[in-house]
């Protein structure tokens, strides 16, 4: 537990030294447009999805009539 406390203080002096030198806003860019492109590409796959399919996404894998465990 010691060593844990010990390495989130260094981390958190570390991650402040390099927050007030600016250090971090190209990180911080670089992960803001990741996401943005990553939920772009989504809602287009989600619209395609949806307007092209109208068969249900879930299957069963079970046998028609055969009972589920209890």
Not at 17 to 41: I, Q, S
Request: hydrophobic share 35%; proline share 6%.
């Amino acid at each position: 537990m010691i060593r844990t406390l010990i390495f989130g203080a260094i981390a958190g002096y570390v991650g402040k030294k390099l927050y007030d030198e600016g250090k971090l806003t190209e990180f911080k860019n670089d992960l803001v447009g990741r996401y943005n492109e990553a939920k772009v590409k989504l809602d287009e796959q989600r619209a395609d999805s949806g307007s092209s399919s109208t068969s249900p996404v879930v299957s069963s894998n079970t046998a028609p009539g055969v009972p589920l465990p209890h």
